[in-house]
């Protein structure tokens, strides 16, 4: 069943209705007036009538919010390998495809669970070579 808007927004201001009138002035809910959020008691049954109004928005699966991902053009798990090969790590990649910092792992994730990734999902980091004493810079 899907609602019209009139009722969606009906259905909106009786459940906020419900919070103003009766939560708001709930012991257990006591805070701050600017404050929008409450918690919902379990066992109230002011709490058991706002889950089930709330349950009539929830009628359709929700799907993701954001659109698919336009890998940019060569952004490719070989161009990417080379990348790594010669020491660039994955966030200098992301910079230079002019994306988030993590964009190239999480890229890196998805394509390993296409099976299309295999190896490490970061760059070999370069070895820092320490010196073996006592650690605390005292000589022997």
């Excluded at 019209?4 to 709930?26: F, P, S």
């Excluded at 928005?57 to 060569?74: H, L, M, S, V």
Aim: charged share 35%; net charge positive.
């Amino acid at each position: 069943m899907k609602l019209t808007r009139e009722e969606r927004i009906q259905l909106t201001y009786q459940i906020g209705d419900i919070i103003e009138q009766k939560c708001r002035r709930c012991y257990y809910n006591r805070s701050d007036d600017a404050s929008f959020s409450i918690s919902i008691c379990a066992n109230c049954p002011t709490g058991q009538e706002l889950r089930q109004l709330g349950r009539y928005f929830d009628t359709e699966p929700r799907q993701r919010a954001g659109k698919p991902g336009n890998i940019p053009d060569g952004l490719t798990p070989a161009h990417v390998r080379e990348l790594n090969d010669q020491g660039i790590p994955d966030k200098e990649i992301s910079i230079l495809f002019e994306r988030s910092p993590s964009y190239v792992s999480k890229l890196k994730n998805k394509w390993r669970k296409q099976g299309v990734w295999e190896g490490p999902n970061r760059a070999p980091k370069k070895s820092k070579k320490r010196k073996r004493g006592s650690g605390n810079g005292e000589s022997d």
